[in-house]
């Protein structure tokens, strides 16, 4: 139990301190990492520039799989983004780093896309033997997905689960570590409604875009700061924002 929480601290803390700073790194990824998609950049203060070239480094794999899942995920980047909504590559690095921290054996995803959060998230699970399951409601993107996640070699941790998630997670029975809502944004209320009851004690909800769409979740953010049975903080604010809620214990 202790060790959890101490690697969730970390983990946030680490997150903070990446999120803190990235925000001009993302534009400046170097030869081998694609652009980021058009966004506003902050100036540099003297400290940023200090540390630029350590926020510009690459995830180093520490194993053959994990490098063929790094190459993967850096190919969507480069080549699949168009329309797929994908997270930011910072925000697939936090999403991975908290997963293996918190030791997150069910990840529940609202908003599957091409699979590039879920590889992310994979990366993790990879680690901690744990599964995927994950929600899409366009059957072009999921056909996508499932390629992605097969060339990744992770498709045997990965539930697909298709059609509209507003119906589709009442199925859901089994405990989750972690939720991470990027779908309708309005309908993140009603996802944490239904499914904070099958979040575990010291399990997180993770909602993305929280700075860039906050107006179109606010019933989400209320619910989640006022509950004194959840403890939520933002993280990446400079950018699309991640919400990190922990249900207590
Ligand atoms: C922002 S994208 C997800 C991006 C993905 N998490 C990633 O970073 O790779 C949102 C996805 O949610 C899907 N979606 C929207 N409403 C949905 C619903 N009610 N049920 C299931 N999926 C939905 C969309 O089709 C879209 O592919």
Redesign the pocket.
Known sequence: MRTLRSGLVAAVAAAMFVGCAVAQSQDKQGADRAPAPDRPRRAQSAHDKAVQEFIDRAPLPKDDDEKKILAVLDDMYRNQRKG????QLE??RFLRLITEAVNAKHVV??????????IWFCLALRKTGGKLTT????EG?AALARKNFARAGVDKRVTLVM????Q?VLKLKEPIDVL?L???KP?YIDYLNKLLPLVRPGGLILA??TSNLGQAMKSYLDAVTKNPDLETLFVHRHDQGIGVTLKKR
């Open positions: 797929m909504m994908n997270i925000d697939g995803e609202i908003g599957t896309s091409n699979g590039y959060s879920g929600h899409e409601i366009d993107r059609g509209d998630a507003h589709e991470f990027d779908a309708d309908g993305h875009n």
